[in-house]
Each structure stands twice: as structure tokens, then as C-alpha cells.
């Protein structure tokens, strides 16, 4: 069974920056899929991005293209979110999520998957 622990998340200004970091630990972990969801206040919980097994292949929503960057080190077992150019809505608990053997594209569409870390908040504020 897969576990995600996430960390990283805080205050920040908008127009700065964050990087969330997401610890795997389980079997067959080369087989998963990886990614970071995000629900915001209110709002169900939305996939930002997502990372394939091997890291080639990334997908994001539109709403954080150009400014998130997903990434992986297999190595170390650990999924990475660089957040640049932060908005006030991006506050919101951010999520790390495992799929087995999913697209990154289905992934990111869905929210019935593998494994999910407890979360952490992200709070964008002058």
C-alpha cells in the first residue's frame, strides 16, 4: 500500500514563490503515476498536475500553466510542485496523490485513485 507525505506548503505573497515536496513510500512505486490536486475553499478538489512513472510526460491544468512545474525523482521516492508567480487563488490544501498504471491526462480528470497524502495548506496573501 502506497503512502504520500507532503510538505512545504505556508504563507505567501502574491507573486512569490513555494515548493511542495511529496514523500512515497509503498511497493511497485516505478509504476505509479503522481500528482497534486488542490481544493480550494469551498470548491471540490481539482488536479493541477500530474507526472507520469518515469517523468517524461507532465499535464496541468490551464489555470497554473507556465507558472507550476511537476516534477519527480524516482530515486529519492519524491514528487515535487514548484509554485512561481503565486495568485491569491491558488490558496487552497494542496494535495499529493499516487494512480497505478493511469495516463497523466485521466489522472488529473479524476479523484478516485491509489493513495493520498493528508495535505498541506497553501495560503497566497498579501
Known amino acids: 500500500q502506497v503512502q504520500l507525505v507532503e510538505s512545504g506548503g505556508g504563507l505567501v505573497q502574491p507573486g512569490g514563490s513555494l515548493r511542495l515536496s511529496c514523500v512515497a513510500s509503498?511497493?511497485?512505486?516505478?509504476?505509479?503515476?503522481l500528482g497534486w490536486f488542490r481544493q480550494a475553499p469551498g470548491k471540490e478538489r481539482e488536479g493541477i498536475a500530474c507526472?507520469?512513472?518515469?517523468?517524461?510526460?507532465?499535464n496541468y491544468a490551464d489555470s497554473v500553466k507556465g507558472r507550476f512545474t511537476i516534477s519527480r525523482d524516482n530515486a529519492l521516492n519524491t514528487v515535487y510542485l514548484q509554485m512561481n508567480s503565486l495568485k491569491p487563488e491558488d490558496t487552497g490544501v494542496y494535495f499529493c496523490?499516487?494512480?497505478?498504471?493511469?495516463?497523466?491526462?485521466?489522472?488529473?480528470?479524476?479523484?478516485?485513485?491509489?493513495?493520498w497524502g493528508d495535505g498541506t495548506l497553501v495560503t497566497v496573501s498579501a
Open positions: 507526472i507520469s512513472t518515469a517523468g517524461g510526460v507532465a
Open positions: 509503498g511497493p511497485n512505486l516505478d509504476y505509479y503515476s
Open positions: 496523490a499516487a494512480a497505478y498504471i493511469l495516463s497523466v491526462q485521466a489522472m488529473c480528470a479524476s479523484t478516485s485513485l491509489d493513495a
